[in-house]
T-cell receptor, first 115, second 114 residues
């Protein structure tokens, strides 16, 4: 079974540019999450999809961030225009069930650097 | 308020010794799950161990055990017989069922010395 895959693994862009991150969850996992870790700080929740619907997007920092999950399969996270404080590692995770003991399965993350 | 607190930004342990990584949590949800993840330098997040809020016994998975003290709201990870490959970042996480959210701590960087 393939794990969660994220693309690209690294991205370096200038302030004001646009970047799109992609996540392919484990096949059959309806729940897809985006998280972000800024250097040295905790991993922060961004948003949660159940299939193609946004279940919770309370963690999205502002309207420069747009997440989509067309067809309930892969998801994209677009940052437009990027700011310096957007730098960090963006993790995607998926889980099969919405139960207490169902862990999140993470991708390797995308390291975004905004200069 | 912080949902998950990891007070040890860095830890050192001698190879073959045991080490405890601290984690405290805060929730009003009666049903929750506690998780530990390992992040080696390669970047991937590896699920290690799970403890449910209603579990009576502490969870164990090989050399990993979770010291769950519900009244104190702590869920410390114990790694026995440390190996060099255990050097990594370790994150404590909590899932609140009623709110279906995962919260993570800031992590503890463990270095195992030969």
């Amino acid at each position: 079974e393939a794990g969660v895959t994220q693309f690209p693994s690294h991205s370096v862009i200038e302030k004001g540019q646009t970047v799109t991150l992609r996540c392919d969850p484990i096949s059959g996992h309806d729940n897809l999450y985006w998280y972000r870790r800024v250097m040295g700080k905790e991993i922060k929740f961004l948003l949660h999809f159940v299939k193609e619907s946004k279940q919770d997007e309370s963690g999205m920092p502002n309207n420069r961030f747009l997440a989509e999950r067309t067809g309930g399969t892969y998801s994209t996270l677009k940052v437009q225009p990027a700011e310096l404080e957007d730098s960090g590692v963006y993790f995607c995770a998926s889980s099969q069930e919405r139960t207490a003991n169902s862990p999140l399965h993470f991708g390797n993350g995308t390291r975004l650097t905004v200069t | 308020a912080q949902k998950i607190t990891q007070t040890q930004p860095g830890m050192f342990v001698q190879e073959k010794e045991a080490v405890t990584l601290d984690c405290t949590y805060d929730t009003s949800d009666p049903s929750y799950g506690l998780f530990w993840y390992k992040q080696p330098s390669s970047g991937e997040m590896i699920f290690l161990i799970y403890q449910g809020s209603y579990d009576q016994q502490n969870a164990t998975e090989g050399r990993y055990s979770l010291n769950f003290q519900k009244a104190r709201k702590s869920a410390n990870l114990v790694i026995s017989a440390s190996q060099l490959g255990d050097s990594a970042m370790y994150f404590c996480a909590m899932r609140e069922i009623n709110f279906n959210k995962f919260y993570f701590g800031s992590g503890t960087k463990l270095n195992v010395k030969p």
